[in-house]
């Protein structure tokens, strides 16, 4: 796998502070789980948050402090030592082990879809565009889901709303930014507007994270977005 678009700085260090919402994050830990690239920039911001941790001055607790964090965690469901780990988003760290599952699925993204891209539940957003929202993970008002894009179909022209994450599973898709293929990400604000096209023989599916829902030039667009919920 040969990548040529990466993350950004500003989106791997939120990422690494641990500021990202969680589907966003796991867009990011999908596309560092196949970037050897973006794992080691990961590692070096990890290495000088830790650096800086070390030179900070500690700082005293309030008397109550212990006595708020308890009642805080009262009002919480702490996990039983029975519930499964979440290996969605945190296994990102282990992205040298064996891989198992299906190639095509990143690991971070195997907890919540099919074990195969063709038993995904596709649903029909216009023409030439089927998506699939992925739930479980906290979007705010954004969107999370899978994109699924026939060859030579294009989706309409749009701005975004903040960051717009799309990283590609399968075939290819080029826009305004540049052509993008199986492993690369783009990583956009809301400076970009742009019509991505599946531009090979076979159909483009993206994994999708935004944090607002896409702004839509024309009528029939922002109808379809109306009932699909992107």
Not at 122 to 141: Q, R, V
Not at 209 to 227: C, D, I, N, S
């Amino acid at each position: 796998m040969s990548i040529h678009h990466h993350l950004s700085d500003a989106t791997l260090g939120a990422f690494t502070a641990g500021a990202l919402i969680e589907s966003i994050s796991l867009v990011v830990a999908s596309h560092i789980s196949n970037c050897p690239d973006c794992r080691k920039r990961r590692d070096q911001l990890e290495d000088i948050g830790g650096i800086q941790l070390q030179h900070t001055e500690p700082e005293d607790m309030s008397p109550d402090a212990l006595e708020k964090v308890m009642i805080k965690l009262g009002k919480q469901k702490l996990p039983l030592a029975s519930d499964p780990p979440n290996d969605s988003i945190s296994s990102f760290s282990n992205e040298s082990s064996p891989r198992r599952g299906n190639p095509e699925i990143p690991k971070p993204l195997r907890a919540y879809v099919p074990d195969r891209l063709e038993d995904v539940d596709w649903k029909s957003m216009a023409p030439g565009i089927k998506y699939f929202a992925i739930a479980g993970l906290n979007t705010a008002d954004g969107t999370l889901s899978l994109l699924k894009i026939a060859p030579g179909v294009n989706i309409p022209e749009h701005r975004h709303q903040g960051i717009e994450l799309t990283q590609v599973l399968k075939g290819s898709f080029s826009d305004e930014v540049g052509r993008f293929g199986v492993g690369d990400i783009a990583d956009l604000d809301d400076d970009i507007k742009h019509q991505p096209i599946a531009d090979t023989n076979e159909a483009c599916i993206c994994l999708i994270a935004t944090e607002a829902p896409l702004k839509f030039t024309g009528l029939m667009p922002r109808l379809v977005q109306y009932f699909s919920g992107m």
